[in-house]
């Protein structure tokens, strides 16, 4: 088994060391003291425990020893202990030998206690509480000799409860679901129940916020209770109080506070614990963020509204004070008075030695007390006297100087009853200090006369201050008292100012004044005995302001670090007092300070760790010091105690009268009452924070705090823990006395050893009470509990050691950094300037230092954190899940692996080489410090070399970690959970060690290799390859490699780091980066060389090496340092798995230096084999930029290209496509001018159709071109809107110019079609005004006629002859005028001009954009290639689009997008063969969705086409003499896009051919007449046509430019249509239907009205044919010629049904019959352009269909229209 004490391997063998030295063993299960069997019984079914059961006689007879007797045969190995050994209580008062702890047995384990004066609570596993001790609030108690028996607090039966807590008479529990109950005494309300006095059970305390409605319960962590108080932390971290006294916390006079209430002061603030003593309270509280600390805080007091700061400016110096202090601070009565603590005397006098303590050999209320003497150099280091006599401030020297030989302050020993202490003779003591005292006393007398003071001391000095002189008086500060205040406010205060403003060197003008932290030259030292001698007035008057300070002008207010920015404190509106001659001063240039205390903590930690920036806050009564502030006045409201706030105190604790922090650097600080030495300490002043004295080594880790004794539970030289006691001795036979009866009580002057502490077992914690003492054991069974006590406890010693390294050796190097160090030495008092730091280190070593100084920081942050996390899970949970270091493990690791890096930095450059003088200088040539920090024990070795010994010392803490996590393993089954995370984190840590180890080595090969380089080989500017990062792997100085084809003289040198391979020659030296690396071996079959292929992106050579292990050797390390370089195994990980050799394709950065078109462009992207391949970015020097795909190294796929433009000082923008470096396909390009081009692209040039923006609408000259470019001009057909001009061009174009034939529509209506030249109207043409005027003739220039031609007025007269003179400014006409006869019909039709002859065939026009599509399809020309081939260039197309979609997450597709993109891809006629109906229609679907889909070449054609149909006929061209041409472009459209379809669907028949009828079934016929839109077809089949297969996809599409064009057409044939509609509608449906000839037979006699029918009367209008008219209405919502004429049969169908109903018999039309009928319904419709839908029909519909039924029916709607035009009424 494992052995308690030494971790042994023993087999059923005890091991015990009892204080006489004696060895005892055991082998057997028997008593070693009694030899009797003591067999207790089987736990578990795992083992057998064997326990001691001896009397307590026989063992103290035997001396007791240090081992409990506890035997344990293991059968099966587990991680867990049995029940019975975790949480085993302990208990005792006092501290001598003669103490024996009782354990108190309890079935379940304890895990957590709690005590009052004469009571305790428990909470044991389960979430049980019991009770033991006095209970005078139960209604029956049992009296008893002795503690009582543990009593279980049924009254919380069926309650978990989480945490538990005792004040001096009461008690309180936590349930789980945050509800509180408390118990016992209640007369001030400390339970927080009205109307009781006492309440005897535990009772539920309501917490509620009374800000929400209705009032919200608060949910509380934990409890912490006084005498007459009791506080809550609540989930919010906020701070509830009730019950009495201004250690609530609580604005307010009127007591008790029955309900719990919001401690306001604290709210916002983020509060960790909470503790209480009998009348004060503590709060731990995490620091204010950066953001929240650096906000400036107000000038003002903001209850009495004066000054917080005041400062003045001297000759050369400035003196500031915030000695404001607030009386709201002091519990005042209402008379104005300070009020006392009941029953207690008024506060002991001000002490007038430094060093006196206020404890004394029998009480703390004795009559004579006895001053302990300070040694005289320690005493002026530590506190000085003004000239005027007031006593200065106390340094943060005090604090950090305690616990060590500088703090040579000795306490009184002695009196009655102490002579039972084990500790040197009290009359020795005696005798020492009055020889120390008199020594002093003589040296502080002759040093005041001879500053002048000659103060005699007054028979009363000791009693100076009595109980006429209360706290509570408010002090007043003359304008000469502040002046005097120099020492006390300008060396605290500004030593704060230096920190806060780091800009301003108020340090170096504060120090030359006070060198040291408070000397003053010349001042008075102070006497021992008392304050200097003076008046009694004067010395009243002093003390009165020193008790108004606050904590910050007596307490400790010295900022250490650098970052003293972010700390709580900051001096509003410090910069515009300080007087221009110290701004002046400012300006001395410094090195730039580097915190050393990482503000916030490591931001990846987030909530994992605590938090180590913490503030401790204190409030209530402090007439013994206890709150820590410099004085004994009490606070009404939590204030900071600022000498705490940079200790990184994690635990605060609460005695009657005292108050404990304790920091994770095992230091415990104690302030307040010291009568029985509770404090650990002698040191005076009580008022402020000063640290316990304790043995080096000793690290505490809990603490507890009774009534006058102070419990602490620490590291001892092993891992168990060890406890010792500080405070008063109680006898045996006066523990029942009552507390308040000390007289005769011996006490500790420091903490001692308890000697049963070993007996306990593993301490997990202590807790002290009244005059009580607990302590929490656990029995290591399986070496589980042993493992983690020693993991946390080698944490601690740890973080110990850190900190000790940052404070002695890291902080000092940095504070050398100042430019000027003055000194005076000790034999000449001469100055002398010592080498600044950062000359000796130079600027890139210095950047690297503060470098490794933030890093060892955040090292040494997280160390401290996992510290108090460890030392967190020992005090609770005691188990492996809460282990952070397994859970997250790459917190610690990132840290390790950032440290090391920058140490290797450091060490690369020669820092450490070069800081060895400085800290010679610094050190002393003997460093003793050093070698003991860096565990060297070499002797005469190099300081560089101890420098970086100590730097990498934290390396081996990972090899601990790895040991400890090992250990723990063995506890737990190998198949378990916690095994296998505990063998994983061992790996991890283990394999980092490993890792760091390598690391090392290649950083001081390195720099060896530095160092000795100058002496290899001179090589220009080679020297410049010194950097931080980069590493050596191997060089070739040996000749070991060389250059193939070199000269014979040539001397060629090849060196590999770890980032790049350096080529270097005689003069000159090239940098191969490894990221852009490739090497080939090159076979060796052909030749005896044995050469590696070197491949980088811009050279390619050969290196050929002397032997083929070289060459192995030089392949292996270069593939692996690219390899690490590419992954960046340098920087993290352990570098294992490496592959064989790096991949050939990368992702890597590079700058060009050769390339011509790339030199001195950087490219960061994807490499192949030395290429750019794949996506990347290239970035030129001048400005530009692509980002897109590369292809063999040249810019391919689509690309992001911005080209600056110097003279704009804007940016040319191109995205699209590129193919071999140059755009091509597909783009847009912005230009700086303002242009925009969308279209396509060849050879960096516009070429293809495309469409260019010039300027904008509100330009000089805004303009759009539309159409065919061919390299880089406007070449073939095209569009020009002239937006300025108002004019619109559409014809051909050659070389940016109008050349052949055209058509000119302006704003003002007029109409040309004709020849042009060189940009001009030349040549033959015709022109029409808005009134019909038209010319048709020769032209010479635009709008200008110059020739023969025919001039034909409006009115049918017309010229012929010769016109010379511009258009619209007077022609002048050579010819003849005619005037047509009247009756002469034949020659004006002769004589009409026919639009369109002279313009650009449709089938001519946009010929690039359907070469464009036909490209896609992979055929050169239309019709010309392979069908298969052209379906496979759909799916690349479709699929490469969806990619690009995919990977713009802006651009992302939809699901069914996706889906029906992955239709598209496939050709859905699968066998060849005639197309069948099903096949049409699979066919006419998938046109449907592919030209609905703008990334199927289709569909990108599709909408290319309505863009520019939009383009021509929108706008301007919305000219109605343009409709043919807009007809005969949607016709012609329809042919070249169906013989694509064709192309596509080879079996699809041609134009006009038939599709035979599935079957002959005429039920079958009906549904496919039904569902098709081709709604008339021939009985044999379908006719296959372009209008019906494709017009219903892109007639909608271009429906209303055309229908546009239509209304303009018929504007006046439709106008006299409308009034007649209007003028008939007028008549009722009688009426009307008499009018228009229906046959009475056909008139309704009833018609349905809301469901019913109701019978038509004269008076009845639009009731008649109402469902017909509805009907006809629909064809002005429908697109396409066949649903408009399938619009027209439903109204002739619903014509006949309601003719047939009113009939009741069936009948055959007749065209008489059906036209009166139809005439009527067509004039109900009231469609408004009833002639542009006519025009619609008959330009577009089928051929197939004219002469059919729809034929016949549509004749019938014409007809209608003509007869509605001349329709006659009276």
Partial sequence: ????????????????????????????????????ACLIGVVKKQCLLYLCGCSESLRNDLSMCLSVCLLLYVFSSSGEDSSGERGSLHTWKGYSCSVTPERVLLSRPVLQAALGTRHGVLLVEGGQVYSFGEFPWKQSQVSEVGPLKPVLESALSGQRVVAVAAGSFHSGAVTEDGGVHMWGENSFGQCGLSSLTVVPNPTPVAVLDPDTSPPHTIRVLELACGEQHSLALSAQHEVWAWGSGCQLGLVTTIFPIWKPQKVEHLAGRHVLQVACGAFHSLALVRCLPPQEARRPLPDKCGQCNQLLYTMTDKEDHVIISDSHYCPLGVELLADGEARLEPGRSPPLRLQSSPSEPLSSHTSASAPGLQPSITDHTDYERRRTVAQNGEVLTTTDSDISAAGTDSDRTVGGVGGAGSQSSPYPDDQAVKEYLKKLSDTSLVE??????????????????????????????????????????????ASAVAERVVSTCEALSLKKRINCYYPGVGGVAGAPGGVPGGFPVGPAEERVRLEESMQGKKSCSTGDIREEEAEGLSRRLSLPGLLSQVSPRLLRRASRPRVQAVPLTPVGGLPEAGELLPSLQTEVWSWGR???????HGDNLPRLQPLCIKCLSSKEVVLVAAGAHHSLALTTQSQVFSWGSNSSGQLGHMACPTTIPRLAKLSEGIRVWDVGAGAQHTLLLADGDCYQPILYYSGQQVREAAQDAPQDQTEGYSYTQQPVLLPFCMNLGYVSGVFAGGQSCVALADRNVTGFIASLHELAAAERKFYCKLSSVKNHILRPLLDLGENYCSRYSSAGQRPWVRESLGTALGPASTVLLQSLARCYSRLCHLTGQHSASLTANLRRRRDVKSLVMLEHASIFLDTYNEYCCSVGNFLVMGGFQALAKPSLEFFGKCPELLQRLAESSEENIPLSDLLVALFYLPMRHLHEYGRLLLKLGTCFEVNSVDYQKLQDGCSKFEALALHLKRRRKEAEYTYHFWKSFPGKMTVSGLDSLRKPPRRLICESSNKALTLQNSGRFSVNWFILFNDALVHAQFSTHHVFPLATLWVEPIPEENTDLYGLKVISPEETFTLLACSSMEKAKWLRSINQAVDQAMSGAGQSGSGAGQRAEPPISRTACYTFYKDSRLKEATYEGRWLAGKPNGRGTVKWLDGRIYTGTFKNGLEDGFGDYVMPSKTLNLNDHYQGHWKEGKMHGIGTYKYATGELYEGSFQDNMRHGHGMLRSGTLNSSSPSVFIGQWVHDKKTGYGVFDDITRGEKYMGMWQDDQRQGTGIIVTQFGLYYEGAFNNNKMQGTGVLLSEDNTTYEGEFSEDWTLNGKGVLTMANGDYFEGTFTGEWGSGLKVTGSFFKPNLYDSDGDKARAVKLGRLAVRPEEKWRAVFEECWMRLGCEAPGQGENQRAWENIAVALTTSRRQHRDCPEMNLSQSHNRTLESLEFNPQQHVGPVTMEKYDRIRHYLIKACDTPLHPLGRLMETLVAVYRMTYVGVGANRRLLLQAVNEIMSYLARIFQLVRFLFPDLPEEGGVIPEPSSDPQDKKDSNCADTQLESPKPGRVVSSSSLLLPVLLPLLYPPLFTLYALEKEREDDVYWECVLRLNKQPDMALLAFLGVQHKFWPVSVPVLGE?????????DACFASATETLQQISTTFTPSDKLQVIQLTFEEITKEVVSSLEDSFLWSMDDLFPVFLYVVLRARIRNLGSEVSLIEDLMDPCVQHGEHGIMFTTLKACYYQIQHEKTT
């Fill in 622 to 628: 402090g007439e013994e010091g206890q709150l820590g």
């Fill in 1 to 36: 088994m494992l052995c308690d004490h030494h971790m042994t391997i023993q087999n059923i063998l005890h091991v015990s060391l009892c204080p006489h030295k004696a060895l005892v063993v055991s082998l057997a299960s028997y008593c070693i003291f009694c030899s009797r």
């Fill in 444 to 489: 502080e007398t002759a040093k005041t006369t001879i500053a002048g003071a000659s103060f005699q001391p007054p028979a009363d000095s000791l009693d100076l201050l009595t109980s006429d002189l209360l706290p509570g008086v408010m002090p007043v500060t003359t304008s000469s008292a502040l002046n005097s205040l120099v020492s006390s406010c």
């Fill in 1653 to 1661: 029918r109701t019978e038509v009367v004269s008076s009845t209008k």
